[in-house]
């Protein structure tokens, strides 16, 4: 069993930055592709992110392309999201996720473990 604390959001201006941790727990963590959504409110929850299990392919979401970057550490059991360049719509609530099925599973939505979300707000 994994669980996952998201943490870092707030508030921020337009083209501000803010960078979002996720704490793992769980010896599996090691092995899990990892990953980042967001839902916004009113919409469907949507991927931003993913890194495979040891870091060496990452894949971010056009809308976030050049603007945030995914890593993670595996010694210290933390995903971290960056966020540069922030606009307004992307304002939401974020999620860590985990899978076990690789960043495939991640990219389409699929996740065996989940964050209980953060929020974040950028404002004009």
């Known amino acids: 069993q994994v669980q996952l604390v998201e943490s870092g959001g707030g508030l921020v201006q337009a083209g501000g930055s803010l960078r979002l941790s996720c704490a793992a727990s769980?010896?599996?963590?090691?092995?899990?592709?990892m990953g980042w959504f967001r839902q916004a409110p009113g919409k469907e929850r949507e991927f931003v992110a993913a890194?495979?299990?040891?870091?060496?392919?990452?894949y971010h979401a056009d809308p976030v392309k050049g603007r945030f970057t995914i890593s993670r550490d595996n010694v210290k059991k933390t995903v971290i999201l960056q966020m540069n360049s922030m606009k307004p719509q992307d304002t939401a609530v974020y999620y860590c996720?985990?899978?076990?099925?690789?960043?495939?599973?991640?990219?389409?939505?699929?996740?065996?473990?989940w964050g209980q979300g953060t929020q974040v707000t950028v404002s004009s």
């Open positions: 996720a985990g899978s076990v099925d690789g960043t495939v599973a991640v990219r389409a939505g699929r996740a065996d473990y």
């Open positions: 769980g010896r599996t963590f090691s092995s899990l592709a």
């Open positions: 890194i495979s299990w040891n870091g060496g392919n990452t």
